[in-house]
């Protein structure tokens, strides 16, 4: 099975869970958790990346590093998919979307992988360690517009 494949798995499983947060009763909230999920999909996509290098480069212990942050980010999307009312389509639309722009960045060779590194790395940190965070940022953006 491939990792698209498993992907993919993962995301019609996933979808069948209840969360353990119902969909948020105000619109601005669930754009928050929903733009949060966005960023989510995209760390995983970044992360499905260097873990592909990875083991293009024979660097096992990073390979694993990142297949481990890879799944445990798409358990949180999971929940945050549900606190936005984001269907399991949409979840895997975002991935592939953002997956196939960073193989592009690639353009074929893992030499490039710094070209991914310097527009994701920092963000998908603050996307695992602190994603209360960045729903609050994308919230304070929708209660600005008001």
Do not use: W
Not at 29 to 52: G, P
Not at 91 to 97: A, F, G, Q
């Amino acid at each position: 099975m491939t990792r698209t494949q498993l992907l993919a798995a993962m995301v019609l499983v996933a979808a069948s869970v209840p969360v353990s947060g119902e969909p948020a009763k105000s619109a601005k909230v669930r754009l928050a958790f929903s733009e949060t999920n966005y960023e989510q999909m995209t760390c995983i996509a970044y992360f499905d990346s260097v873990m592909m290098c990875a083991k293009a480069n024979n660097k096992p212990g990073i390979e694993k590093m990142y297949n481990d942050a890879s799944q445990n980010m798409f358990v949180k999307a999971g929940d945050y998919a549900g606190r936005a009312g984001i269907s399991a389509d949409a979840m895997s639309s975002r991935y592939h979307i953002e997956r196939a722009n960073m193989l592009k960045l690639l353009k074929g060779s893992c030499s490039n992988i710094s070209s991914i590194a310097v527009r994701h790395k920092d963000r998908c940190d603050k996307v695992t360690k602190e994603p209360l965070s960045v729903v609050k940022e994308h919230l304070k953006k929708q209660l600005a517009k008001q």
